[in-house]
């Protein structure tokens, strides 16, 4: 299966055998302190600048209905962002995570994030549709 929106993720998770928690961050584009004039009129086109993360949530795959719905929750917190950054942490038959597991899981996420290091998370723009990262 092709992951074509946000949507597909979560069908995929929850036919996985396992129970999968999605990890999510949620990243602003920020112009640096130090960007160049040059890069201070792209940004403000809407192109380049960096990614910082601004907030990020962890949900049972089966207890998020949609991508809507999680939508309306960031929403709901007041931020605004302009990509998620997703990952799935399974669980082992007959063994549920821990909070501290999923705590430091969603710890490298974020430090990942601020380093550039972007391979291992699924990117989605706000719309939910996959962004491929260059």
Partial sequence: ????????????ARAQPTRQRLLVVFARA?????????QRRTFEQG?????APAFCVDKEADELSS??????????LGQTWDLMFV?????RP?????????DVALEQMVAGIQAGQLGGYLPFDPSGQPVRLA
């Fill in 1 to 12: 299966m092709n992951i074509e929106h946000f949507d597909d993720l979560l069908t995929l």
């Fill in 94 to 102: 007959g063994q549920a995570l821990v909070a501290s597991q999923i």
């Fill in 87 to 91: 990952a799935a942490l399974g669980s």
């Fill in 30 to 38: 920020e112009l640096p302190d130090d960007a160049t004039e040059a």
């Fill in 67 to 76: 991508f809507t719905a999680l939508q309306a929750e960031a929403a709901a």
């Fill in 47 to 51: 192109v380049g600048g960096a990614l």
